[in-house]
Structure formats: C-alpha cells, structure tokens
C-alpha cells in the first residue's frame, strides 16, 4: 500500500467523523445550552426552535439560562413561587409556555414582558394566584388558562381580565375564593355583574372620609383643650394676684378725691 493510499484510508473516515458531529451540533442543540434539570430538544420543522422540558424538576423558580430560539417551555409540576418581570425577555420565538401545578401567588406588572407578539397559549392553572397586577395580561395575545387558583375578586382582577383577548374564556374559569362583595365569594367570576373598580373608589372615599374626620376631630379637641388650659392657667394667675398683700401707704400721699370732700 503506497502512502497515499495509506492517508487517504485514514482521512476519509477522519471527514466523515467530522461531518457527523458538524451535523449533529447544527441538527441537535448542545447540552451546554440546555438548563439543569430540562431536557432540550428539536421542535418539529414548522416551529424552528426548541421543545424545553422542565416538568417535575423541583424547580423553585425560573432557569435563568433558558435557550433563546425556545419556543415550547413546560414548567409544570414545580415549586416556582414567583414569575419575576421580564423573566422571559429574552424568549422571542416562545410559542407555549406551561406553569401549570406551581406555588406562584401573584403576578406583576412586566411578568410576560417581551412575549406579546410571539405568545399563543400561556397555562397558570392550578397555582395559588390570589391577585395579578391589572395590566398583567394587557398586551397578551394568547389564550391564558388561570383556573384553579384561589382567586380574589377586585378590581385588579377584572381589569386584567377584562384586558385578555380571550377573556370571556378564562374569567368563566375563575372561581373567586374571596372577593370585595361577600355574597360573590365561593360563585363564578361572571357572576359578579358590579364594578368592583367603582365600588374599590368608593370603599376609598369612605376611607378617606373617616380619616379626614378623625384628624378634624382630633384638631378640635386639641383647640378646646388649648382653650380650657388657658382660662384655668389664666384664672390661678388672677387668683394669685388677689392674694397679694396691698401696698400701704405713704404718710405724704395726697388723700383720695373723695375724702376730702
């Protein structure tokens, strides 16, 4: 076998190797790139992105190394107990995203920001939700899932319902564990047929209006028990200048008018 024969028999299988593992970095993303305890893998042609698994990983809150091009997130099954703003900024190709059967309580403002334009379904069912900022779901296209959670029904809740694309869906969904009128607790949420933001301005002005009493109250009995100390301090002082003794008088005084008349 001549050298060249001998080089060509070694390289060839050399390329091949090296075109394998080219393909493979380029077909199936690294293991680097995927978070601990998620599994990544390719989603199917009509996506172009990635399928990121992290269901039932004990997760106490958001992988912070989540890959950009994800487009389906599943998060279910953990123990995440806050969404933080802007915690999926970075996610623009992000299609579905499951956070379902978690501990989160409530949601603020920018929670979803970044995921307006590419978002199409968003699960939080199943979590301990109680109150949600009132723009939380404002610019939202997707279809959001928020039942069973323990709902508190304010005015926060039916803006940020009354704000969704789909939210006649989901607020036939919610179920209001408590809620600023009692005889909604317990009853679906479109049952409730009152503004509860007109009635949250009203519970204020009353609020406002005991307050502001309160201080007038408080400055007029000040004022009356100014006044009293007053007269009492000023009543002693006169009383202490009658008991006095009266100046005697001087030999070479001048008689009063009335005596020597």
């Known amino acids: 076998m001549t050298p060249l024969d001998l080089w060509l028999s070694r390289s060839i299988p050399m390329c091949l190797l090296l075109h394998s593992l080219v393909l493979m970095a380029i077909c199936f993303p690294s293991a680097s790139m995927c ?29 912070p190394d989540l890959p950009p091009d994800t487009v389906l997130l599943q998060l279910d099954h953990n123990h995440i107990q806050a969404v933080p703003d802007r915690a999926f900024q970075g996610l623009r190709m992000l299609r579905r995203l499951n956070l379902s059967h978690n501990a989160v309580e409530t949601l603020g ?4 920001l970044g995921l307006e334009a590419s978002l199409e379904e968003l699960d ?97 009995s000040y004022v009356v028990y100014y006044v009293r100390q007053n007269q009492e301090d000023a009543r002693r002082h006169l009383e202490y200048l009658k008991s006095l003794p009266s100046k005697p008088k001087k030999p070479d005084e001048p008689e009063d008018i009335s005596t020597v008349v």
Not at 48 to 60: A, D, I
Request: glycine content about 6%.
């Open 35 to 63: 978070p601990k305890g998620c599994a990544c893998q390719q989603a199917d042609y009509s996506l172009h992105g990635l399928n990121v698994t992290c269901s039932l990983s004990r997760l106490r809150e958001i992988p």
């Open 109 to 112: 403002e920018g929670a979803f």
């Open 124 to 220: 939080l069912s199943h979590n301990r939700i109680t109150s949600v900022h009132k723009d939380a779901f404002a610019r939202l296209k997707a279809r959001v899932h928020v039942d069973d959670n323990p709902w508190h029904c304010d005015c926060a809740l039916q803006q940020a319902l009354g704000g969704m694309a789909h939210n006649h869906e989901a607020a036939a969904r919610v179920h209001c564990r408590s809620s600023e009128l009692r005889d909604q607790e317990g009853r679906p949420f479109l049952a409730v047929d009152a503004d509860l933001c007109i009635l949250a301005r009203r519970t204020t002005d009353y609020a406002m209006l005991v307050t502001m009493f309160g201080w007038f109250a408080m400055v007029i």
